[in-house]
């Protein structure tokens, strides 16, 4: 296996079942996106932001979201239409499964964290089929530094393989494409879907049950800023709803977008970055989100001009027209540290 990257020396993914041709451990914002590029799978804005395509999900499907039932969560969960049952010998045998899909093939592995309150740090090891995830996967998790990559070691792992196709019938999800959680094992499983958010998402249903469950911590789906006297605001609210709007406030300091823990004396991030919806944004509604579209950002599901588009074909030939044409939501992940004031917490 060839290994490209800064990663700990310990670290591998053959102890994780995969047997990868190359795996790209913790590259830069800047080589994820020329390696997107290289491979034709995104094309660059204006203002040199990545802008992808994620396929046939543009969005979460709640209904192929499973958590492994077994000896932790079976009294512990509340099971039924929102959180569905899956049995734990059918998720070890897809598992193996979709490892074996992705052995052979070049991966990008990122280690990131969640939680910014260090009482509270989950280390999460992410495994992508394409570059463009892994950029995701740094822009909307906490980063590491160099020295810490050098020795951490993952509390929870996400292997994402959009490409793998599930057969129902044999390997006991809804259809095609799925979510799993699994506590015991502590890996995130998805395939059949090239939409980020599965990741962002299931990071925070993980939190959802250990925060409360483990640590009497409040988990909280909302934003949330800092005034200059230490005071918090809260805004609570279901996603497209504002509360990143709300929360960027020029006057105050941004805690975060999305996913907040509350514990005693703290209230902390989950996430590095912003996960904001881009439906008529301008530099006059929205002048923090805006500057916040720059390299490094990525931009999901855009519909760029057409001659923009055609430019883009003639001169680099990277995508045909249609290739952007069926366009049916509007994301994109921006950098924490592209934001103005942002608090420690």
């Known amino acids: 296996m060839q290994e490209n990257g800064i990663k700990n020396p310990n670290a591998s993914l053959i102890d994780l ?4 041709a190359i795996a790209n451990w913790n ?3 800047a080589a994820l996106t020329a390696k997107t590029l290289e491979l034709n799978q995104g094309v660059l804005n204006d203002l040199d932001a990545l802008c992808v395509n994620t396929g ?3 969005g979460r499907s709640p209904k192929d979201k499973f958590t492994v039932k077994d000896a932790i969560t079976e009294n512990t969960v509340d099971w039924g239409d929102v959180n569905i049952p899956f049995d734990a010998q059918a998720f070890d045998a897809l598992y193996t499964k979709v ?3 992705l052995s052979g093939k070049e991966l990008w592995v990122r280690d990131a964290y969640a939680c910014a309150d260090p009482a509270f740090r989950l280390n999460i090891r992410v495994i992508n089929e394409t570059p463009w995830a892994n950029l995701f996967c740094n822009d909307l998790f906490l980063r590491p530094t160099a020295e810490e990559i050098q020795s951490q070691n993952p509390d929870w ?3 994402q393989a959009p490409s793998f196709q599930a057969d129902p019938v044999v390997d006991g999800t809804r259809q095609a494409n799925f979510t799993i959680v699994n506590f015991t094992r502590k890996i995130i499983l998805i395939g059949g879907s090239g939409y980020t958010g599965e990741m962002k998402k299931g ?6 049950f250990v925060l409360p469950h483990e640590h009497s911590v409040l988990s909280m789906h909302c934003s949330a800023n800092e005034g200059k006297d230490g005071d918090v605001a809260l805004f609570f609210g279901l996603s497209g709803t504002g509360k990143t709007t709300l929360s960027a406030d020029p006057n105050r300091a941004l805690i975060g977008d999305d996913e907040h823990g509350w514990a005693k004396g703290s ?6 970055g912003c996960y904001a919806k881009c439906i008529d944004l301008s530099a006059e509604k929205e002048p923090q989100i805006y500057k916040a579209i720059k390299p490094g950002a990525l931009l999901e599901n855009i519909v760029l001009p057409t001659v923009l588009i055609l430019l883009m074909d003639l001169l680099l030939k990277i995508l045909a027209l249609h290739t952007l044409s069926i366009i049916l939501t509007t994301q994109k992940r921006l950098l924490m540290e592209a934001i103005q004031r ?3 917490f």
Do not use: M, R
Not at 203 to 208: E, P, Q, Y
Not at 267 to 272: I, L, P, R, S, T
């Open 17 to 20: 079942g995969i047997n990868a």
């Open 27 to 29: 590259l830069s914002s």
């Open 56 to 58: 046939k999900f543009t």
């Open 99 to 101: 490892c074996n899909y």
């Open 157 to 159: 792992i996400i292997v």
């Open 203 to 208: 990071i925070f249903g993980v939190l959802n």
């Open 267 to 272: 209230v902390f991030n989950f996430e590095g």
């Open 342 to 344: 942002i608090s420690s």
